[in-house]
């Protein structure tokens, strides 16, 4: 009969499991009793009740424990148990029942708990102090545990599990007082104060001599209530009762109530996220009362850590089982509840306070800080670790199991021991993340303000790293090593990769180990280089990291969904994107091993480190042996290179970028630092070429399309582009592309030819107009027929960041109408500012009514991207709350509401607001990427280049130079002709920044392509002019028949458009916002106007000149008023810039006169410069702001020669517009003559040998340098007085005054001229021919 009742429970135990099932349960029990009895009995006895009820279940534990107290007699002592067997696993069945109602049932849990009739909890807790069975004791604990315990329908999130969460944590706390109440755990002597505060429904506490209660604590010392706890309660029966059966299951069902009852704060970081900081992702436990016991024993629940300290886990490994497997149960419990109580330890708070400095004595927020902080479980824990204690040498031996139990091991004995050593390794990893903080910060602050405390406070003498400690345990740190090998447990693979990255950081495993033999040397290495070297494990342990590189996920992207990512950081969990959990776990172990590569590759590292040795390097010369062919020996690397191979040939999505972005951004910075370092560069470079063009095949394998196009699509997708991935393969581009142009570079240094010339021809080759039928990833169409490779990869970075950008705002905006909801009052007071992309205005309405500055937050991620740490901007909006709450500005609910929405606001639009700098920073990154292989391409390795002979390069350098002044011209160089409307909204003004800077990175690459350019039309110039010599007749009267010169294969009206892009690209916002975007704009015009005048020097392009320079004027005369636009922000330039733009500005100023030269109308240049009166300005700042500069040039060692380069474009500017009368009258008007008559400079003509050679130094001698002032000065009087005239008498009156004011140095010059000692030279004759002349024109006007 009661084995059919045992059965039944069992039964509907099973079924109970389950949100739903569990309620039905809790409906079913309870309406059993509803059913059967009188609803007017208000009590019924407990053999009366139905048997499957709840009045059944907690009537007879009421009614066993009422009986049994009656018959103690007054020897506390425990009793023989006097419940039936049958009884005792009847009750054990439906506790069972009841355990798994309250676990999946939040419901079930409140109806039960606040039954005042059951009274639950205190019911199963008087029952626990009657002498009952162990086994029906460990019942009742995992069922009190249940609970208290956060269910899986908690766990799952959520506005409801939010306030569910909210109850179980109140309802832990009390359960604590019950627990402290009962005496269970024997933690008081005071029993009068323990009277005091018992709850309501206690039954007494038995006595206990009267002590005077120890009020100090002792941390780490291990002692403190030994005498204490051996008193009696669980620890008398866990020594006497099953120690003596050799079987815990009280003692393990105690250790798990405990774990129960200290919950993981909803705003800290799970115990399993071992990315996050432990210290800023930190937050007190809401379920342990910190206050717990005060009135008679120091507060906190560290008496029931020591307990399971030192009753069960130190004493774990000497007790004997009759099950050998429980040991590992009861490690994996006790672990545990030490795990958790390292995770609800809160270091933020003092560490912040330790930054302020509030070191006042009656600062009582800090006081409270600091006696949270000593009486909390988890200080305990840390300080026992840090001093070298048993607990240390406990989990060590725990790890020493060895990594081949754990992965041989199975069913519930191999989930004890994978759990176990988990738990251990995550353990001794937030010990090495907090130590430091702990050590230099905490420490010192608590023991400078120790007095605040209250009670005295004992500390180990010596406390010191776990590295130091780890240190004389080698091999136990080897054994964590050898873990990467586990299979059975990616965790403990993870955890195991952490612990090294930061073993491999510590001073202490960085040091030098002498003891490494090699054959007959002793190697010098690093020290854990060493440890792993020469143990037994060492092929193993890289084995393991082969393995893990090499495993594959089933979901090989497993990226987040917006809502949780959203949930996430509206948590504070997230100050960007990549510290989000958006991978597998083979992704996560992947990811962590790279990152352990690339932190030990660093040059603070000296070589060989833990990165040399996984990847193959030879330990004795790492810089010059060659790396181990796969077929001899495995090593990291050629497992990297194998992941990198995936997909190759086949550039689509199969490619590894395509499929796993991050892992790929991650190879591709590996190998661009291996190939880049000093020290691993040659000998990786070396070892790819050998086994294949590596470069060349991962450029042809990567597809152009990023993402798909959102204008080829034509409508709003289901899907958008996930930001994670289109940042990854942004920084993955920029990794590779960076490395091809190292290694094109490097290849064109050592004159391999043929590997150089296949990269770049593939660069400038012919792209595909499609992707794998996602249609074109180009805007426009091509202009010559063909698009280059190089081209096209520019295109697409532009696409995927247009299109990411506006997928970003949708996301924004459905996430805000979610959030926030429209028919809120916060809603409606604003206008369309709701679903501004990015939060526009920086969540500046949210902001303002709470009063905080958002920009205070924004911190630098680990890529340097500037982002909002969200952590600490939640932080600042709950201060913000709370300040307005105690200011009584929340007394009603619509205020409340309105906050509440305000924070969401702030917290949602910041949160895309790192997602679109995090985008943008990525695509900066490619861009710069992308412009270094494009720059290598044009200048090192151009001549490597074989397309199609001197037209394949000309055509080429203009396509490039066309494909990027076209971006540079544009007003919204990113969204012009953008995707659908739906998604689109007007850039912000941050946005239009950000663009600007990134156009003026590009402005040098412009200014290259122009050069190139030009350079190929002055080599169709010089063949030109050389085919005519060669032409010309021989020595015989006969010619010599040579091809004739290649002249431009361009057509002019493609030209003419680049000219006008060019013009457009200085009058740009962008432009007008940067001086350097539009200096090299200018000095791309220079290089055009340049190339199309030497063109022209070839008679055969005569015409084509002419159709070019009339076409050009057309342009600069268009409606726009181009040209005066260009002309005047060149004169503002000139007039008003850094040196360098001046004499930029001036030559471009000079080239436009000569090209408006041409026209028979008066100059367009000297109209404008004078109605815009520039005239008075140059002419002006010769002799008020450039005489002294160029007086200092002139020094023996001057400190710049800016003010000589300005110097010489002005005066050339001057000599182009002097060769016409309109220009000349101006310069006349404006006092040019006057200026240089009163400038000092022309008066410090050094005394030095003209015959010397000029020296070949960056500086020129000061004979040169004065030269070089001098005669613009003469040839701009020279030409001034042979434009404008005899008949004007104020230009000779003017002139013969200049010639007065520098008489002694023109009298030098003729003097040293005419000396017949002299040596002449063509500078010296130079001089006194223009002095000569001057002289004559003025003698000439007197006479």
Same mark, same amino acid.
Not at 200 to 221: A, N
């Given at each position: 009969d009661i084995g059919l009742v045992r059965g039944y429970y069992n039964m509907l135990s099973s079924l109970a499991c389950g949100a739903q099932a569990s309620v039905c349960a809790h409906e079913f029990l309870g309406a059993s009793e509803n059913k059967l009895m009188s609803p007017s009995r208000a009590h019924v006895a407990s053999n009366q009740a139905p048997r499957c009820s709840w009045q059944a279940l907690f009537g007879a534990l009421s009614h066993y424990a009422s009986s049994m107290r009656q018959k103690d007699s007054a020897d506390a002592s425990p009793k023989t148990p006097d419940l039936p067997d049958g009884e005792a696993a009847l009750l054990r069945s439906l506790l069972r029942l009841c355990r798994t109602t309250v676990r999946y049932s939040i419901v079930a849990r409140m109806s039960l708990y606040e039954n005042a009739e059951?009274?639950?909890?205190?019911?199963?807790?008087?029952?626990?102090?009657? &002498?009952?069975?162990?086994?029906?004791?460990?019942?009742?604990?995992?069922?009190?545990?249940?609970? @208290?315990?956060?269910?899986?329908?908690?766990?799952?999130?959520?506005?409801?599990?939010?306030?569910?969460?909210?109850?179980?944590?109140?309802?832990?706390?009390?359960?604590?007082?019950?627990?402290?109440?009962?005496?269970?755990?024997?933690?008081?002597?005071?029993?009068?104060?323990?009277?005091?505060?018992? #709850?309501?429904?206690?039954?007494?506490?038995?006595?206990? #001599?009267?002590?005077?209660?120890?009020? @100090?604590?002792?941390?780490?010392?291990?002692?403190?209530?030994?005498?204490?706890?051996?008193r009696g309660g669980i620890v008398y029966e866990l020594e006497e009762v099953e120690a003596a059966a050799e079987t815990y299951p009280e003692m393990r069902a105690f250790v798990r109530l405990i774990s129960s009852l200290i919950h993981v704060s909803n705003s800290a970081a799970a115990l399993s996220n071992l990315d996050r900081d432990p210290i800023l992702y930190s937050a007190p436990s809401p379920s342990i009362p910190m206050d717990l016991g005060e009135s008679y024993r120091t507060p906190g629940i560290t008496p029931y850590l020591v307990f399971v300290l030192?009753?069960?886990?130190?004493?774990?490994?000497?007790?004997?089982?009759?099950?050998?497997?429980?040991?590992?149960?009861?490690?994996?419990?006790?672990?545990?509840?030490?795990?958790?109580?390292?995770?609800? +330890?809160?270091?933020?708070?003092?560490?912040?306070?330790?930054?302020?400095q509030r070191l006042s004595r009656t600062d009582s927020g800090l006081a409270n800080s600091l006696r949270a902080l000593v009486t909390h479980p988890g200080f305990e824990i840390v300080i026992r670790i840090l001093c070298g204690s048993k607990l240390l040498d406990a989990l060590l031996n725990i790890l020493n199991v060895g990594v081949d139990e754990v992965n041989m091991s199975t069913g519930d004995v191999g989930e004890c021991i994978n759990q176990s050593v988990l738990c251990t390794l995550r353990i001794l990893l937030r010990i090495l993340r907090i130590q430091e903080t702990l050590l230099r910060t905490v420490i010192p602050l608590l023991l400078e303000s120790s007095d605040m405390l209250g009670f005295p406070l004992t500390l180990p003498r010596s406390l010191t790293t776990l590295e130091q400690l780890l240190l004389s345990r080698r091999q136990s740190v080897v054994q964590i090593v050898t873990y990467v090998s586990c299979t059975s447990s990616a965790d403990i693979c993870l955890a195991t990769i952490k612990i090294l990255h930061i073993l491999s950081d510590s001073v202490v495993f960085n040091g030098i180990d002498d003891r490494v033999a090699r054959g007959a040397d002793m190697l010098t290495v690093n020290r854990l280089v060493g440890m792993i070297d020469r143990s037994e494990e060492s092929v193993r342990i890289v084995h393991g990291f082969i393995n893990c590189l090499g495993v594959e996920d089933d979901d090989s992207v497993a990226e987040s969904r917006e809502v949780a990512l959203i949930s996430e950081a509206a948590k504070g969990f997230t100050s960007g994107l990549e510290d989000q959990q958006s991978t597998g776990p083979a992704q996560s172990i992947r990811l962590a091993i790279i990152d352990l590569l690339l932190a030990n590759l660093t040059p603070t590292k000296p070589a060989p480190t833990i990165a040399h040795y996984l990847l193959g390097f030879s330990l004795t010369r790492p810089a010059s042996d060659d790396l181990p062919d796969p077929s001899q020996r495995a090593t990291c690397l050629h497992t990297i290179l194998d992941l990198l191979r995936e997909g190759h040939g086949e550039a689509g999505p199969s490619s590894l970028i395509s499929k796993r972005p991050r892992l790929a951004e991650r190879c591709y910075h590996l190998m661009y630092h291996l190939c880049s370092d000093a020290v691993t560069g040659d000998v990786t470079t070396r070892f790819l070429r050998g086994r294949e063009n590596f470069f060349y095949s991962q450029l042809s394998s990567t597809p152009m399309a990023i993402v798909p196009d959102l204008r080829v699509l034509g409508e709003e997708p289901q899907s958008v582009h996930s930001p994670i991935r289109v940042y990854a393969q942004l920084h993955g581009r920029s990794w590779l592309w960076r490395s091809s142009a190292l290694e094109l570079h490097t290849l064109v240094l050592q004159d391999a030819r043929s590997r150089a010339k296949l990269i770049g021809e593939w660069l400038v080759g012919d792209a595909e107009q499609t992707e794998d039928g996602d249609g074109s990833v180009f805007s426009g169409g091509s202009i010559l027929d063909s698009r280059m490779r190089i081209l096209a990869m520019f295109d697409s970075l532009r696409q995927a960041y247009r299109d990411s950008s506006s997928a970003l705002q949708r996301q924004q905006r459905v996430a805000e109408l979610e959030y926030l909801r429209s028919d809120d009052s916060m809603m409606d007071e604003d206008d369309d500012e709701g679903a501004a992309p990015f939060g526009r205005g920086k969540a500046s309405l949210g902001a303002e009514l709470l009063n905080v500055d958002v920009n205070s937050c924004i911190v630098t991620n680990e890529r340097g991207c500037a982002v909002y740490d969200l952590h600490a901007l939640v932080a600042l909006l709950r201060q913000a709350e709370q300040a307005l709450d105690q200011g009584g500005q929340l007394g009603s609910a619509g205020a409340r509401q309105r906050v509440f929405l305000a924070i969401r606001r702030v917290v949602i639009r910041s949160y895309f607001g790192n997602q679109e700098r995090e985008l943008h920073y990525a695509y900066a990154s490619a861009l710069r990427g992308w412009k270094e292989l494009a720059e290598i391409l044009v200048t090192s390795a151009w001549n490597k280049i074989d397309s199609q002979g001197r037209a394949g390069c000309e055509r080429t350098a203009f396509q490039l130079l066309r494909g990027l002044v076209r971006v540079l011209s544009e007003n919204d160089p990113v969204f012009a002709g953008g995707a659908s409307k739906w998604c689109m909204e007007p850039p912000t003004a941050e946005q239009e920044f950000r663009h600007a800077e990134l156009l003026t990175a590009l402005a040098p690459t412009l200014t290259l392509f122009a050069?190139?350019?030009?350079?190929?039309?002055?080599?169709?110039?010089?063949?030109?002019?050389?085919? +005519?010599?060669?032409?010309? #007749?021989?020595?015989?009267?006969?010619?010599?028949?040579?091809?004739?010169?290649?002249?431009?294969?361009?057509?002019?009206?493609?030209?003419?458009?680049?000219?006008?892009?060019?013009?457009?690209? &200085?009058?740009?916002?962008?432009?007008?916002a940067s001086l350097l975007l539009r200096g090299n704009v200018y000095a791309a015009m220079l290089h055009v106007l340049g190339g199309i005048r030497k063109l022209g020097e070839s008679s055969s392009s005569a015409g084509q000149k002419s159709r070019l320079v009339s076409g050009a004027l057309d342009i600069l005369a268009d409606s726009a008023a181009l040209g005066d636009r260009l002309l005047e922000a060149a004169s503002a330039d000139a007039a008003d810039s850094s040196d360098a733009w001046k004499t930029v500005a001036f030559s471009l100023l000079n080239a436009l006169a000569s090209l408006f030269a041409v026209e028979s109308r008066p100059n367009r240049v000297v109209m404008l410069l004078a109605r815009k009166n520039f005239f008075a300005s140059f002419v002006g700042s010769i002799l008020h702001r450039e005489d002294h500069a160029i007086q200092a040039a002139l020094q023996p060692d001057p400190a710049s020669l800016n003010a000589l380069y300005i110097y010489e474009a002005k005066m050339s500017f001057f000599l182009r517009i002097a060769q016409r009368s309109d220009g000349a009258e101006r310069l006349l008007e404006n006092g040019i003559i006057d200026v240089l008559a009163d400038c000092a400079f022309l008066d410090l003509r050094p005394q030095s040998d003209h015959g010397a050679s000029f020296a070949d130094a960056f500086i020129p001698i000061r004979a040169e340098r004065f030269h070089l002032l001098l005669m613009p000065a003469l040839n701009l009087m020279l030409a001034l007085v042979a434009r404008i005239g005899r008949d004007n008498l104020t230009l000779w009156m003017k002139a013969a005054r200049f010639v007065s004011q520098h008489h002694a140095v023109l009298e030098a010059i003729l003097k040293e001229a005419a000396a017949p000692a002299h040596l002449l030279s063509i500078a010296l004759l130079t001089e006194a021919k223009a002095v000569t002349s001057l002289v004559f024109f003025i003698a000439r006007q007197r006479a």
């Open positions: 059951y009274n639950a909890v205190v019911t199963m807790f008087d029952f626990l102090g009657c &002498a009952i069975p162990v086994s029906l004791k460990a019942s009742l604990l995992d069922t009190i545990a249940a609970f @208290g315990e956060l269910g899986p329908e908690i766990l799952g999130g959520g506005g409801e599990a939010d306030n569910a969460r909210q109850l179980v944590d109140e309802m832990a706390r009390r359960i604590w007082a019950i627990l402290e109440q009962s005496q269970t755990l024997p933690t008081t002597n005071d029993v009068d104060a323990l009277r005091q505060a018992r #709850p309501f429904g206690m039954e007494r506490v038995p006595l206990l #001599p009267d002590r005077t209660p120890q009020r @100090g604590i002792s941390i780490g010392r291990g002692s403190g209530n030994r005498q204490l706890l051996s030192e009753s069960v886990m130190l004493k774990a490994e000497q007790r004997s089982y009759q099950y050998s497997t429980e040991k590992w149960s009861v490690y994996a419990v006790s672990l545990d509840a030490i795990e958790r109580s390292l995770g609800t +330890l809160d270091l933020s708070g003092l560490v912040a306070e330790a930054g302020e050069e190139r350019l030009s350079q190929e039309w002055t080599r169709a110039g010089v063949l030109t002019r050389a085919s +005519l010599a060669m032409n010309k #007749p021989g020595a015989a009267g006969q010619a010599r028949v040579m091809p004739p010169a290649l002249d431009t294969q361009l057509p002019v009206e493609p030209l003419l458009d680049t000219w006008r892009m060019l013009v457009c690209a &200085a009058l740009t916002p962008a432009a007008a």
